[in-house]
């Protein structure tokens, strides 16, 4: 006779792959709003710093999940009162709630990078007649990308544990799984302790796969690649 | 020949309370080589900062072929230079940094091409072919594909000279090029500065603590002291005759600098 957890594993893999897709979409859009507003934070336009800084500040300073509910929930019901059709598929409030949270930590580690290049760089970069879009995409960027890798790596695997709060918007990812599980089976100790190691799993490939790249994009450092 | 490819007119730079430079006045003509020389915090860098448009200036105007660098011409007299007249001024002028600040992230070749191809609009392969041969100017030839972290001082300040040299520009400007080398690497540098001085047109200001390579290369040296020029003339009568008392203790101290190593 087979051991009765075999049988969680289907459902509990099906959620794996709901997990993985969110932690991949949500982490994609984080790295840009990360990349918008760690950038923007440095601007010499006072309006877009400003923004930047509110963004960053706003996602920062407030629960991951009470932003999800905030635009599962309460964003439809403003919409209603002005009239538009804000209603989102959980998927997408979910993908958005983790990607905003993300890139609004991911922004200020941009900008550290950013602003840990030598200034040497900079004015190299000004005695060559590089504009300072040329200067930000080929010189600061570039040489900021590896010193942002170890803490893109720890944002992902926060963000991939955090999936687990879009189970309460009763979108299927693994938590949510789990849970139906649960109530059907009261076997509580035998899933959790599945769907923790399965949490760890999918941290450990993560981990592996942002160790690939940091070594990848900092091939020219002395002493790596 | 007669007009100065750069001219300082009463040129004030401060830093907060601190005058760098103080009412300043020099000019150097086309094709010139030119040695500052001065204690340290002189303002002697500084000089060369300002023409790279690294600085600003807090009065006065530079010239920079007979056009202001900082400046432009305005309805009414002059006006601060925008951000594109500054851009197509500094077309004229190259850099040689200290700390040689060439880009980590490329390789040999990719540092001297970037900006031609960048800046200029050059074409890949001929940017290319340019580099290769200023590559063999400087002696790198067999360097291009390595990352300046695999070259020694000496070599990646071989590489910030082909760098500058590949904008073309008409002015060069040296601010202490071996000053951050090990002795055994200054020679290679210097070999490389003197076989460019002997270029007529390129202009060449060089900010140096190698007293006896001004010596050899310069046309006419000024010293430097509290932001001003305290004296200058040909390197035989500053070095063997100066007239001023601030520029004996300087050329002694030098001297007692060198013997001591």
């Known amino acids: 006779m087979t051991p009765h957890w075999i049988e969680y594993l289907p459902p509990l893999i099906e959620g794996a792959w709901v997990t993985l897709q969110l932690t991949v979409f949500s982490t994609f859009l984080g790295v840009v709003m990360a990349f918008l507003f760690g950038v923007g934070k440095l601007s010499h336009n006072p309006f877009i710093r400003a923004f930047s800084v509110a963004y960053i500040e706003v996602f920062r300073g407030t629960s991951l999940l009470v932003q999800l509910f905030w635009l599962y929930f309460a964003l439809p019901l403003t919409g209603q009162a002005i009239g538009i059709d804000l209603r989102l598929p959980p998927v997408v409030a979910g993908v958005l709630a983790l990607g905003l949270n993300i890139g609004a930590y991911g922004a200020e580690v941009v900008r550290g990078a950013i602003q840990s290049v030598h200034p040497g760089q900079h004015e190299a970069a000004l005695a060559l007649n590089f504009t300072p879009r040329q200067t930000m995409l080929g010189v600061t960027i570039p040489q900021a990308v590896p010193e942002m890798m170890p803490a893109f790596g720890n944002l992902a695997v926060q963000n991939l544990k955090d999936t687990a709060l879009v189970s309460l918007i009763s979108l299927g990812d693994m938590t949510f799984r789990a849970e139906q599980i649960r109530n059907f089976t009261q076997d509580s100790t035998v899933i959790y302790t599945m769907l923790l190691f399965m949490y760890f799993g999918m941290a450990l490939v993560l981990t592996a796969i942002m160790r690939l790249l940091e070594r990848r994009v900092g091939q020219w450092r002395p002493g790596k690649g | 020949m007669n007009d100065p490819i750069i001219r300082f007119d009463n040129v004030v730079k401060r830093f907060g309370d601190h005058t760098v430079l103080d009412e300043l006045n020099f000019d150097i003509r086309k094709g010139e080589k030119v040695t500052i020389i001065g204690p340290s915090g002189s303002g002697k860098s500084t000089v060369l900062r300002i023409l790279m448009t690294l600085e600003g200036i807090e009065g006065g105007v530079v010239h920079v072929g007979g056009e202001p660098l900082w400046h ?154 509290q932001g001003r020029i305290v004296e200058e003339g040909s390197p035989a009568q500053l070095f063997t005759s100066p007239q001023r008392e601030r520029t004996r203790e300087f050329l002694g101290s030098e001297l007692d600098r060198v013997l001591a190593v």
């Open chain 2, 72 to 225: 432009e011409h305005g309805p009414v007299g002059l006006v601060p230079a925008s951000q594109a007249h500054l851009h197509r001024m500094r077309g004229q002028l190259g850099m040689v940094f200290q700390q040689f600040n060439l880009f980590p992230h490329m390789t040999v070749l990719r540092n001297i091409t970037e900006a031609p191809v960048k800046v200029l609009g050059l074409g890949k392969a001929e940017a290319r072919d340019r580099a290769e041969e200023l590559l063999e100017l400087v002696g790198l030839s067999d360097h291009a594909q390595k990352y300046p972290h695999q070259l020694s001082g000496g070599q990646q300040q071989r590489v910030g000279i082909a760098r500058a040299l590949a904008m073309r520009p008409n002015i060069l400007l040296f601010d202490e090029p071996t000053s951050a080398l090990d002795p055994e690497l200054v020679g290679e540098v210097l070999n490389v500065i003197g076989q460019l001085s002997e270029e007529h047109d390129l202009t060449m200001l060089l900010v140096t603590h190698e007293m006896r390579f001004a010596r050899e290369i310069s046309d006419r040296i000024l010293f430097f002291d």
